[in-house]
């Protein structure tokens, strides 16, 4: 990443809160919460605010946790979360 590309970034470094919807449906499926615990940090930063920004619209908001959880229980990761490769140093 270029030095104009750091300057815009955001604070990785901050605190996340991860919304309780989201933390409860991983507390019911065991197996996709272990896998995903196992993901890379920015993986897992990118696929949570992807789905909490919609948190207004319920239907986005469970059909994209619904996704995640089904992969994460497949220990899938899906997306362009980390840029091909250029967001992996973060």
């Known amino acids: 990443m270029t030095d104009s590309g750091r300057e815009v970034c955001p604070d990785f470094s901050a605190e996340f809160v991860?919304?309780?919807?989201?933390?409860?449906?991983f507390e019911l499926?065991?197996?996709a919460r272990a896998n995903f615990s196992t993901f890379h940090p920015l993986y897992r930063r990118v696929r949570i605010d992807t789905i909490q920004i919609n948190k207004a619209n319920q239907e986005i908001f469970y059909s994209r946790l619904e996704?995640?959880?089904?992969?994460?229980?497949?220990?899938?990761?899906?997306?362009?979360?980390?840029?091909?490769?250029?967001?992996?140093?973060?």
């Open 29 to 31: 499926n065991p197996v």
């Open 67 to 90: 996704k995640l959880i089904d992969a994460s229980e497949r220990g899938e990761m899906f997306g362009d979360w980390n840029d091909n490769g250029r967001l992996l140093d973060y």
């Open 18 to 25: 991860v919304d309780s919807d989201i933390v409860a449906a």
